[in-house]
Each structure stands twice: as structure tokens, then as C-alpha cells.
């Protein structure tokens, strides 16, 4: 016999179902789905919604070979944005689950390379006239529609990428330097990793270009395993931005992370060199068997200390990171 406590585990989970709440979900009829993946990615990206497109990723990491190599039949996963947006209550919740965002959410929504957000001031058309459907992926205007799943995981990969690097600079404005450190080394693991996964298709893309190259009709032939050659070297051409928009901004929070270590050691010197000349004055021997000691800016130099070594190991660590760098 099932206790209250199963019975009303049951039917919310009953509930849920037939609210669709499930990961995977048919796409509607009058939807064109890769708008539709496009369109989640790029709320998610606005909303900062990081896990969102995580678990988008999921999905369609899920999904077989054949229906990666096809356009999605399915909808992307609900976010938890969908819901509760309008909901005071809710937003001070998610501002108590992830960095403050607030000042990514204030920006011009053009700055963010990855938010996948048509730029372009559509006109009036008449209804005759479809025009097509377009995302602006790192600067690059790309088709949305039709877009296979994999290819769809590389924009999800990029705007994850993107939205760590944006949240290690939340991080250091909070001067919480082991999240910064943390937040630039997921991006690029989230990048690199991609990368290796999609390895053979580069090989796919050289010998196309060679069989062109070479051909004297220039003809496009089919690709192996269903690829699309357009989409294809859309992905490309998007990632190799990614690793130089990467790249610079990692340049540019390291020159940050040095300009931080100038101060302090602009702070630090004036303080040793007042506790040397002290030492000087009364001998080392009073100077170590002192009774009493002031101990005035010791505690200020520890602290100070402590914060230089922080920084020190931050350094460290994100110059470790150009070894990543994709290639």
C-alpha cells in the first residue's frame, strides 16, 4: 500500500507530465524548430540563464547520430525563466543562486558577441514576401533555419563559453579571485573539449577545399555523414572567433590582474621600508626581543600579503590557460 507521501509524489509527477515539463517534447506543427532552438539559446544567453543551456545541451548531446545529423524534432527543454520572469519573489531567488548579473543585463544587448540576437532592423514587407530567418552568432550572420543539432551544440557551447567569461568579470569586481580563476578555466574547457569532439569534421573541411581546389568544374559535393558544407564552415568560422575573442579577454583581465599587483606593491613597499628603517635604528637583538611591540601595520601587511599571493596565483593560472587555447 502506497503512504500519503508516495500518493502525493505520484500524482505531481503526473501533474508535471501533463504539463509538458518532461526534457524532451515534439516540436508544434507550426513552429519551425531550429528558429525555436535558436530562439531558447538566445533567451537563455539574455537571461543569463547558464544552466538553461546547459541542459539544452544535454538533450541534444542525447539524441542519436540520425536525428543529430537532422534538424531537431524536438523542443528545447522549458527554462525556469519561463515561469517565474514576471515574479519579484522569483528574481531575488535566482540572484541568490548565481553571481549579480545585473550589470550584463544592463548593457546594449549588441556588446554580447554570443547572444545570438538579429541585429538587423527588419522592414515592412507584404505578406507575399518571407524573409529569411538570420542569427548573429560572435558578429557573423548565419542562417537559422534549417540548422542540424549538431551544430546547433557548437552555438549552445559558444554562449556558455561566453557567459562564464562574463561572470569571472562579476567575480572580479567582487575581488573573489578563486571564481575567476574558476569561470575562465570552464570557458575553456567548455571550448577546447568541443574542439576535440568535432575534430574529424576539420579533416572533412580540408579535403572539400582540396577537391575545389583542384576541380575544374568548383562544384560542391556531398559531404560524408549528411554535413551541410555552408553550416559546416559557419561552425568554423563562429569558433575561430570564439578563440580570439577568448583570447584577447583573457589578455585583458590578466593586464587587469597585474594592474591590481602594481597597486599593491606600490602599497607594500612604503610599509617595508618604514618597518626595515625601525629595524635598523634599535638592532636586530631589540628588534627580535622586543616585549611589547607595536605591531601597528602588521596586520595591514599580512592582509595585503595574503591578497598578493592571490592575485599571484590568479596569474598563474590564466597564463596556464593559453595552453588550451584552440588551435
Same mark, same amino acid.
Given at each position: 500500500?502506497?503512504?500519503?507521501?508516495?500518493?502525493?509524489?505520484?500524482?505531481?509527477?503526473?501533474?508535471?507530465?501533463?504539463?509538458?515539463?518532461?526534457?524532451?517534447?515534439?516540436?508544434?506543427?507550426?513552429?519551425?524548430?531550429?528558429?525555436?532552438?535558436?530562439?531558447?539559446?538566445?533567451?537563455?544567453?539574455?537571461?543569463?540563464?547558464?544552466?538553461?543551456?546547459?541542459?539544452?545541451?544535454?538533450?541534444?548531446?542525447?539524441?542519436?547520430?540520425?536525428?543529430?545529423?537532422?534538424?531537431?524534432?524536438?523542443?528545447?527543454?522549458?527554462?525556469?525563466?519561463? =515561469?517565474?520572469?514576471?515574479?519579484?519573489? %522569483?528574481?531575488?531567488? +535566482?540572484?541568490?543562486?548565481? /553571481? #549579480?548579473?545585473?550589470? *550584463?543585463? &544592463?548593457?546594449?544587448?549588441?556588446?554580447?558577441?554570443?547572444?545570438?540576437?538579429?541585429?538587423?532592423?527588419?522592414?515592412?514587407?507584404?505578406?507575399?514576401?518571407?524573409?529569411?530567418?538570420?542569427?548573429?552568432?560572435?558578429?557573423?550572420?548565419?542562417?537559422?533555419?534549417?540548422?542540424?543539432?549538431?551544430?546547433?551544440?557548437?552555438?549552445?557551447?559558444?554562449?556558455?563559453?561566453?557567459?562564464?567569461?562574463?561572470?569571472?568579470?562579476?567575480?572580479?569586481?567582487?575581488?573573489?579571485?578563486?571564481?575567476?580563476?574558476?569561470?575562465?578555466?570552464?570557458?575553456?574547457?567548455?571550448?577546447?573539449?568541443?574542439?576535440?569532439?568535432?575534430?574529424?569534421?576539420?579533416?572533412?573541411?580540408?579535403? =572539400?577545399?582540396?577537391?575545389?581546389?583542384? %576541380?575544374?568544374?568548383? +562544384?560542391?559535393?556531398?559531404? /560524408? #555523414?549528411?554535413?551541410? *558544407?555552408? &553550416?559546416?564552415?559557419?561552425?568554423?568560422?563562429?569558433?575561430?572567433?570564439?578563440?580570439?575573442?577568448?583570447?584577447?579577454?583573457?589578455?585583458?583581465?590578466?593586464?587587469?590582474?597585474?594592474?591590481?599587483?602594481?597597486?599593491?606593491?606600490?602599497?607594500?613597499?612604503?610599509?617595508?621600508?618604514?618597518?626595515?628603517?625601525?629595524?635598523?635604528?634599535?638592532?636586530?637583538?631589540?628588534?627580535?626581543?622586543?616585549?611589547?611591540?607595536?605591531?601597528?601595520?602588521?596586520?595591514?601587511?599580512?592582509?595585503?600579503?595574503?591578497?598578493?599571493?592571490?592575485?599571484?596565483?590568479?596569474?598563474?593560472?590564466?597564463?596556464?590557460?593559453?595552453?588550451?587555447?584552440?588551435?
Amino acid at each position: 500500500m502506497l503512504t500519503h507521501a508516495q500518493l502525493r509524489m505520484q500524482r505531481r509527477y503526473k501533474t508535471n507530465v501533463r504539463k509538458g515539463s518532461t526534457s524532451v517534447r515534439h516540436v508544434s506543427s507550426d513552429k519551425d524548430p531550429s528558429q525555436e532552438w535558436h530562439d531558447a539559446i538566445k533567451n537563455a544567453v539574455k537571461n543569463n540563464d547558464h544552466l538553461h543551456l546547459t541542459r539544452m545541451c544535454e538533450v541534444l548531446k542525447g539524441l542519436d547520430d540520425t536525428a543529430q545529423q537532422s534538424t531537431p524534432t524536438i523542443s528545447p527543454p522549458p527554462s525556469s525563466h519561463s =515561469h517565474s520572469s514576471s515574479s519579484s519573489s %522569483s528574481r531575488v531567488h +535566482r540572484e541568490n543562486q548565481q /553571481p #549579480d548579473t545585473s550589470v *550584463i543585463s &544592463q548593457r546594449n544587448s549588441s556588446e554580447n558577441r554570443f547572444a545570438l540576437l538579429d541585429k538587423t532592423k527588419r522592414k515592412k514587407q507584404s505578406s507575399k514576401e518571407v524573409e529569411p530567418q538570420t542569427v548573429v552568432v560572435c558578429g557573423r550572420t548565419i542562417s537559422a533555419s534549417p540548422t542540424q543539432c549538431r551544430y546547433l551544440i557548437g552555438v549552445i557551447v559558444c554562449s556558455m563559453a561566453e557567459l562564464r567569461i562574463k561572470q569571472a568579470c562579476i567575480f572580479e569586481k567582487n575581488k573573489d579571485w578563486t571564481e575567476v580563476s574558476q569561470c575562465w578555466e570552464d570557458a575553456y574547457q567548455l571550448l577546447n573539449e568541443y574542439y576535440i569532439d568535432i575534430d574529424a569534421w576539420k579533416a572533412i573541411l580540408i579535403d =572539400h577545399e582540396e577537391h575545389l581546389l583542384h %576541380s575544374s568544374h568548383r +562544384r560542391h559535393l556531398p559531404l /560524408p #555523414d549528411g554535413h551541410d *558544407i555552408h &553550416q559546416l564552415q559557419q561552425l568554423y568560422d563562429v569558433l575561430d572567433t570564439v578563440n580570439e575573442h577568448t583570447e584577447q579577454k583573457r589578455e585583458e583581465a590578466l593586464n587587469r590582474v597585474q594592474h591590481e599587483l602594481d597597486k599593491i606593491a606600490r602599497r607594500l613597499q612604503p610599509m617595508f621600508d618604514d618597518r626595515d628603517a625601525v629595524r635598523a635604528q634599535i638592532g636586530e637583538h631589540k628588534w627580535s626581543n622586543n616585549p611589547a611591540p607595536k605591531r601597528d601595520y602588521e596586520r595591514e601587511r599580512a592582509e595585503l600579503i595574503a591578497y598578493r599571493e592571490a592575485l599571484n596565483l590568479v596569474i598563474v593560472r590564466l597564463e596556464a590557460l593559453s595552453l588550451l587555447a584552440l588551435q
